[in-house]
């Protein structure tokens, strides 16, 4: 089988899971012996463009025209099977996928982020959940608050982008949504249930887990929407040394927060940015991870990092995280404004919705088998904790995850194998890169 990835990659200088992924996807891809024509574009490539190149880029997420030309002579020369497309903006566009199918090849999106309707691709801005976009034709907020890159000129074209491009999205052959919650998103955007798969990413196994270390790990970028305030705020609710260490780690514009609260506090480290090796060290040195998103985080990939290495997960109920621990209830989106508000509990025993495709071993409630929740001599737990697979979610409240954050440290070792247990049955690479053989085959033009 021939598969085209097209990817517009994201600036190097602005860590990217979304980058990660695509790359092993691509090596999974091809050591399963597929034949993969990379077709990837650079956000990097924005600087040395020469002038003429450069005038045409406030048009290029509605058409880009080298792009297509290229494609176009690469679909023409290689006649692919599929079409795999991850982020196209900017020098991709949408119209990749009427490019793909003017020439016979059916298009498979993996979706990483709300940019179908959110010009940021967030459903975040100032500070808060946001969902003023949602359900409109065209997005008059975005331009108004400037989301897209700050700028009112560059959010009215992006908003634009999204309305000339609806029914692009909706010709999409197969989406492949990372999470239930992003099946979600899909559905309420009014793709059919027949065209959504839920199959999540997946990273290499770096080996059998090292034992647990201690306490507490924040891995990630350094910025609002992913809850820095919120962890600081719930972990001054504890005496300095009460929890043991609590390692940050990344680099961000709440950079300052965080030094701020290592010089208060003795129980507090950063760490800085680290390259791989310094994310292992920090996992290894480490009892549980915490992901304290306060939007609707995707897919956060260091929660599967942390599983992988078989450290258990403490993270907000919303977005994907419920999912990626075992929990299967997240909190769903209701509006605009703080998290806590701004999204609201699941519906008790809610099931997936039927026709919705959960590839089998993706991580589903009905594979998630045997008990959940940590072993706290039969106590329950305190309320507003739910205990998944792999980890707890809480809302996303400092009171909330102030209490939750005791809970975690005691049960980090009971959950420690069953972690492991999880990354093993639901993200390895050789478990999502079959599911997604299955996906290009539902979908190949014979």
């Known amino acids: 089988m021939r598969i085209v990835v097209a990817h517009n990659r994201y600036r190097e200088a602005q860590p990217s899971g979304e980058n990660t992924i695509v790359d092993a996807e691509i090596a999974q891809l091809a050591a399963a012996g597929l034949e993969v024509l990379p077709f990837l574009r650079s956000s990097d490539e924005i600087s040395t463009m020469p002038k003429t190149a450069k005038a045409l880029l406030p048009i290029s997420p509605i058409y880009a025209p080298r792009?297509?030309?290229?494609?176009?002579r690469l679909l023409t020369e290689h006649r692919p099977d599929v079409l795999h497309l991850h982020n196209p903006y900017p020098l991709l566009s949408p119209w990749v996928v009427r490019t793909a199918h003017r020439h016979g090849v059916p298009v498979v999106q993996t979706v990483h982020n709300y940019r179908q309707v959110c010009s940021s691709g967030l459903y975040f801005r100032d500070g808060v959940i946001c969902q003023d976009c949602?359900?409109?034709a065209l997005g008059v907020p975005a331009v108004v608050h400037r989301c897209y890159r700050g700028s009112r000129a560059q959010s009215a074209l992006m908003a634009t982008t999204l309305a000339v491009h609806r029914g692009t999205w909706r010709s999409v052959d197969r989406f492949i949504a990372l999470t239930t919650a992003v099946a979600d998103h899909l559905r309420d955007y009014g793709i059919p249930d027949e065209r959504i798969v839920v199959k999540p990413n997946g990273i290499p196994d770096p080996g059998s887990p090292a034992p647990l270390g201690q306490g507490f790990l924040f891995l990630g970028r350094l910025s609002p929407e992913k809850g820095l305030g919120l962890l600081l705020e719930a972990w001054r609710r504890h005496p300095d040394g009460a929890l043991g260490p609590l390692r940050v780690a990344g680099d961000g514009?709440?950079?300052?927060?965080?030094?701020?609260a290592a010089a208060e506090r003795t129980d507090v480290t950063f760490l800085g940015p680290l390259d791989r090796a310094g994310v292992r060290d920090a996992l290894t040195a480490s009892a549980v991870v915490l992901a304290t998103s306060t939007w609707h985080d995707v897919l956060p990939t260091v929660i599967i990092e942390a599983l992988a290495s078989g450290r258990p997960v403490l993270g907000t109920a919303l977005g994907g995280i419920p999912y990626l621990v075992g929990a299967d209830t997240p909190r769903e989106p209701a509006g605009t404004g703080p998290a806590v508000v701004a999204s609201a509990p699941a519906p008790a025993g809610a099931e997936p919705v039927a026709g919705v495709?959960?590839?089998?071993?993706?991580?589903g409630p009905a594979e998630a088998g045997g008990s959940v929740g940590p072993a706290l001599g039969g106590s329950a737990l305190p309320a507003g904790i739910q205990a998944g697979e792999a980890g707890w979610v809480v809302p996303p409240d400092p009171a909330a995850l102030a209490a939750a954050l005791p809970v975690a440290l005691v049960g980090a070792g009971a959950l420690a194998a069953a972690a492991r247990a999880r990354y093993e049955r639901v993200f390895h690479p050789d478990v999502v890169t079959k599911q997604l053989l299955a996906v290009y085959a539902g979908v190949a033009r014979s």
Do not use: F, N, W
């Open 67 to 72: 792009a297509q030309q290229e494609l176009a």
């Open 134 to 136: 949602r359900g409109r």
């Open 357 to 363: 495709s959960v590839l089998p071993g993706s991580g």
């Open 253 to 260: 514009e709440l950079r300052p927060l965080v030094e701020a």
